[in-house]
């Protein structure tokens, strides 16, 4: 199949597009109060012995809802499809990763220049799993794809589901000098905005007391790891690598009903993202019809419920760059192509 690239389609789509289509959508600034308002009365009513012990779990499950809103939030934010002007972005997105105190320094160069630039380029793009000669020759590749990845139909690899955006944020942040990623003065910035939020939940730990604190934030951290890496993992890792960064033949929208959708800002509309990725996602299905005119045996999207069993029941090891390997039982897997 030939490959095409991101000014390719973008040259063909944008003509076709409405011209609000490009303002940012300064309204979804209203979910931060919304979510933190949320939050804050929750943990109060937490703290405070207000809620029957019984309900506490779902207390947590609300509480981790919103950190993932905030998180989606703040990935559109610091990619400027919210707010216009460097220090508002800076401090939205700031606010927007709170929740995983993912920097906002680390976040624009680990995944808007870096991943974006680099999408399923082996060796390039930081979000991929490993070749297998990656596999065979680095350890920490072969951990990653034994241990830390989706997968092979093993209970035990649903934790990168629970744990996985904290731990890939943390190894990304202490990796990124070492990566070339963020230069010195700049790792500098990012472990302190980490380290800003680390001190923000250290003092909610603090006023709310220690159990309080566990279905407040720990729980609910547990919550939102399971919805972001939802989206996270389907967006690519059931898609070939590409050596030239080609959306339509990389990346994978997925579908949800429709508020589902709404609560998630549409961070589903994945292929329509790494298109126009200064564009709010609520312009997704705008971008997904063009491309359904264009494009049609192109485009890709599954329901998010059916991606994650596919990311189940597969392997996380590319043998080439359409087929993926489980090396220890040596089964093979064909990754998502376009009927094209």
């Not at 070749?131 to 649903?158: C, K, N, P, V």
């Not at 705008?286 to 359904?292: E, F, H, K, N, T």
Request: glycine share 6%; with cysteine; hydrophobic share 45%.
């Amino acid at each position: 199949m030939e490959l095409r690239t991101i000014a390719q389609y973008a040259r063909a789509l944008r003509p076709t597009l409405p011209a609000e289509v490009f303002a940012p959508a300064w309204s979804r600034v209203l979910w931060l109060p919304f979510h933190a308002a949320v939050i804050a009365t929750v943990a109060w009513a937490l703290a405070g012995g207000h809620v029957p012990a019984v309900l506490w779990p779902v207390a947590s499950i609300v509480i981790g809802c919103c950190l993932a809103g905030i998180t989606f939030l703040g990935h559109e934010t610091l990619h400027g499809g919210v707010v216009r002007g460097r220090r508002a972005i800076r401090i939205v997105g700031w606010f927007g990763f709170l929740p995983f105190t993912v920097s906002p320094t680390l976040w624009t160069a680990w995944h808007n220049r870096v991943h974006h630039n680099h999408c399923g380029q082996p060796g390039k793009d930081p979000d991929m799993y490993p070749t297998l000669i990656e596999y065979q020759t680095q350890r920490t590749a072969r951990w990653m794809a034994d241990h830390f990845g989706l997968g092979r139909r093993r209970l035990l690899s649903l934790a990168s589901l629970l744990f996985g955006f904290t731990g890939q944020s943390q190894q990304m942040l202490w990796k990124a000098r070492e990566r070339g990623i963020l230069t010195p003065g700049l790792h500098r910035r990012a472990i302190f905005e980490m380290l800003l939020g680390v001190a923000f939940w250290a003092t909610v730990a603090v006023l709310v007391g220690f159990v309080p604190f566990l279905f407040v934030y720990v729980i609910p951290l547990v919550v939102a790891n399971t919805i972001v890496m939802s989206f996270i993992m389907t967006n690519h890792n059931l898609s070939p690598l590409t050596p030239v960064n080609d959306p339509l033949v990389n990346s994978l929208s997925v579908r949800l009903p429709r508020v589902l959708e709404w609560l998630t800002l549409d961070f589903g509309f994945h292929v329509e993202h790494h298109l126009f990725p200064t564009i709010s996602t609520r312009h997704g299905r705008v971008i997904r019809d063009a491309l359904r005119v264009h494009f049609p045996n192109r485009y890709q999207s599954l329901p998010l419920t059916t991606a994650l069993v596919q990311l189940y029941r597969t392997a996380r090891v590319y043998r080439d760059d359409t087929t993926l390997i489980d090396p220890p039982s040596g089964r093979t897997f064909p990754t998502l192509t376009p009927r094209e």
